[in-house]
């Protein structure tokens, strides 16, 4: 144990500080990715609850497909897949591709649930002065949506952050493939992956703490909120609906 | 557009020779999902326990274990686990490797679906129970648990459709699932599309079905609120 | 003859609110005991006390001459451990005010499942016992029915054949029917009026003056924390000695 340590203590700091550039590739990454998933997935959204005959089913069948196949499949299908047919991208664009292309998927169902926790009687009201349904979404619907949205959003962005590490598969250079770099050169995976595994948890756990915040704050709302039972409902919709690898709501707890 | 053409040609005229090859990857697949959650259930349900346990020490321990792997990728988990156990002497086989990497995790969603499980159960069906003679322990195990149960169910469910997506992270370690041995079969016939497309289909023959095996579950408990 | 249930000088804290302050009481067999007073006055929390669903702070419970929730050794008190506490305590009924009827088993299933499984009964015995409960309190015909298909009064009913089913030598009532619909109320006093000419000790908390009224051999009346006056109904109800219990009465009776 004394000598596990004394490694440590040796070799900190040569390896942090690596360590800690590629993580900025983390963050970025993700930062695009989320970007990406928020704005085509509030597309995907809007065409899934649209009754337009053929962009509707492509919605569904969008939001379907990615999720039920695995993130690093996905990735490889961007990266390897269509260089294969003739696409051929850098591994920092595919993978902002497949990831952004994986949030936008969750997204879209998480904005679907917001909108449909909006009561069916403020559409009504809206489209009886005279609101086409544009301006309804716009005006009436999503502002009170985006209540119910961002808490399981921000979860989502957390889940996203973490598998960019996917994204080490094809050598994008964040944090996970430095830190097996570093493994190859200096021959000591625990230490650095522990190392890694620390740097993880000094990005996530803030915005764990935060997505908590959200989600206490989304609550309190539902109290002043009109169909106030139900919006608890529709909350843990929305919950379900932007969960990844079964993660229970709980987050929050 | 002949390229199209060709594309889906050279997909079907091989697809007698990659089906079966991913096939096996894909059983594998699903023995490293049923044994992550056996794994996970066990481990979550260890967890759970510690937390309610008289002594506080135990309790803090399994929750701060809870927080911490819920903020580390999986992928970063697998390997220390995998890389880091040999290292440290300890060298796993991939497919244990990949359980025990998958079911850290794992075991701490199912702790927090037990633990909201427990919590769903009305304070004053304990109550009534003990009212009646019961030791805490028969309050838990006649009354409690078999309420709790229903509200886990839909969860777990849940959870095992992720885990299913999930094992594909283990092929970065070499175990013998459905994405290593699409990897393998890409790298020997440089068809990186049509066996990958492949393979995505295969994922979600197995994943749809239980999505909605589980949804159907969900509708039907919902109906009991 | 000692008395079946002895409070001693009860004392319960929540944190700095103190709910019980001193309170002591003697209940003979086959009393019947209302208690009356404003909410927060403490009446729950008494008969929860008295089964040890919660534990005071200082004094001391009896039930028929026996130590509830503690053992006395050599002068000193210690906790009782938890199966001679669950063994007491089936020896208590307790009716709550929201039933905590077991959602998912059936009417019989509820009250058999005492019986079977604490009093170690064979099934089919413990399931015959539940039948001729249930039919006592009117509910033979809804044996198979799971709680959520029952009124509330049925509930209410259930829960008492519930607690009857394990032979208690005294039953306690919090507030029994405040949870009721009107219409349903008098189907659950109906039950527990016969439950009292069958002489069972009763202790119950209660609005329902008229009953307490009809029922009770003592009422008690209690405030803040305190038994504030106690005495016969006729008593109690018509001319009170405490200027506390009167202008209860008031507000109460004005209804």
């Given at each position: ?253 | ?225 | ?222 405030d803040d924390g305190m038994i504030v006056e106690a005495g016969e109904p006729h008593i109690m109800f018509r001319a009170p000695l405490q200027e506390r219990t009167r202008s209860f009465l008031r507000t109460v009776l004005e209804r």
């Amino acid at each position: 144990m004394g000598d596990f340590l004394q490694v440590f203590a040796d070799n900190v700091h040569d390896w942090f500080p690596p360590l800690l550039r590629a993580a900025e590739v983390t963050l970025e990454l993700a930062v695009l990715s989320i970007a990406v998933g928020l704005v085509l997935g509030l597309l995907v959204a809007l065409l899934k609850v649209s009754r337009l005959p053929i962009l509707r089913p492509a919605a569904v069948v969008y939001i379907e497909a990615i999720r039920g196949t695995p993130a690093l499949t996905q990735i490889y299908l961007v990266y390897f897949g269509l260089a294969g047919i003739g696409l051929v991208m850098d591994n920092i664009t595919a993978a902002v591709v497949a990831l952004g292309m994986n949030t936008a998927a969750y997204m879209a169902e998480i904005y679907r649930a917001g909108i449909e926790s909006v009561h069916k009687g403020q559409r009504d009201a809206a489209l009886s002065i005279g609101m086409t349904p544009l301006q309804t979404m716009r005006f009436i619907v999503l502002p009170q949506a985006w209540r119910v949205v961002l808490p399981p959003a921000a979860n989502l962005g957390v889940a996203i952050l973490k598998d960019t590490s996917l994204a080490s598969a094809i050598a994008t250079p964040e944090l996970m493939s430095r830190a097996y770099d570093l493994v190859g050169q200096t021959w000591r995976p625990m230490h650095i992956y522990l190392l890694a595994a620390l740097i993880y948890m000094m990005m996530c756990l803030p915005l764990i703490r935060l997505v908590r915040y959200l989600e206490r704050g989304a609550r309190r709302g539902e109290a002043e909120a009109p169909g106030g039972r139900g919006l608890r409902r529709r909350l843990a919709e929305a919950w379900a609906a932007g969960a990844r690898h079964g993660e229970p709501g709980a987050v929050a707890k | 557009m002949s390229g199209f053409l060709e594309f889906w040609r050279i997909l079907l005229a091989r697809l007698p020779e990659f089906l079966p090859y991913l096939l096996r990857g894909a059983v594998v697949t699903v023995e490293i999902t049923v044994a992550t959650l056996l794994f996970a259930c066990l481990f979550g349900l260890v967890l759970a326990l510690l937390k309610r346990a008289r002594v506080p020490l135990l309790g803090s321990l399994a929750s701060v274990y809870i927080e911490l792997v819920r903020a580390v990728p999986v992928l970063t988990t697998l390997f220390i686990i995998y890389f880091g156990l040999a290292y440290l002497g300890i060298q796993l086989p991939s497919f244990v490797a990949a359980v025990l990497g998958l079911g850290m995790l794992g075991g701490a969603y199912m702790a927090e679906i037990v633990r909201a499980g427990i919590d769903s159960v009305h304070r004053g069906q304990r109550e009534a129970a003990l009212s009646i003679g019961m030791t805490p322990a028969q309050a838990m195990r006649f009354v409690v648990l078999p309420q709790a149960a229903r509200v886990v169910v839909p969860p777990t469910a849940n959870y095992a459709i992720g885990l299913l997506k999930d094992t594909a992270i283990v092929s970065t370690v070499a175990a013998p699932e459905l994405l290593f041995a699409a990897k393998t079969l890409v790298s020997q016939t440089i068809l990186p599309m049509q066996i990958y497309l492949l393979t995505a289909l295969i994922y979600l023959a197995l994943s749809l079905p239980l999505a909605h095996l589980a949804n159907a579950m969900e509708l039907r408990l919902r109906r009991g609120d | 003859m000692a008395p079946m249930v002895s409070v001693v000088d009860l004392h319960k804290r929540y944190g700095d609110h103190e709910v019980l302050k001193g309170v002591s009481l003697d209940v003979a067999a086959g009393e019947k005991v209302a208690i009356i007073g404003p909410s927060g006055a403490g009446k729950s929390t008494l008969l929860r006390c008295i089964n040890y669903l919660e534990r005071p702070q200082q004094g001391h419970v009896y039930l028929d001459g026996e130590l509830v929730g503690e053992r006395c050794r050599n002068g000193s008190f210690q906790p009782m451990s938890e199966r001679e506490l669950a063994r007491i305590r089936a020896e208590i009924g307790m009716v709550f005010q929201r039933f905590n009827l077991f959602p998912h088993l059936t009417a019989l299933e509820n009250v058999a499942i005492g019986p079977y499984r604490v009093l170690g009964r064979p099934k089919a015995e413990a399931e015959r016992l539940a039948l001729a409960l249930l039919e006592k309190v009117g509910l033979g015909a809804k044996a198979h029915a799971f709680p959520e298909k029952l009124s509330g009064g049925q509930q209410q009913r259930v829960a008492i054949a519930r607690a009857l089913a394990m032979r208690p030598k005294v039953m306690l009532f919090d507030e029994a029917t405040s949870a009721l619909d009107p219409e349903l109320i008098g189907e659950v006093l109906q039950v527990m009026r016969q439950l009292a000419a069958e002489g069972m000790t009763m202790l119950i908390v209660t609005h329902e003056m008229q009953f307490a009224e009809d029922v009770a051999d003592r009422v008690i009346f209690m405030d803040d924390g305190m038994i504030v006056e106690a005495g016969e109904p006729h008593i109690m109800f018509r001319a009170p000695l405490q200027e506390r219990t009167r202008s209860f009465l008031r507000t109460v009776l004005e209804r």
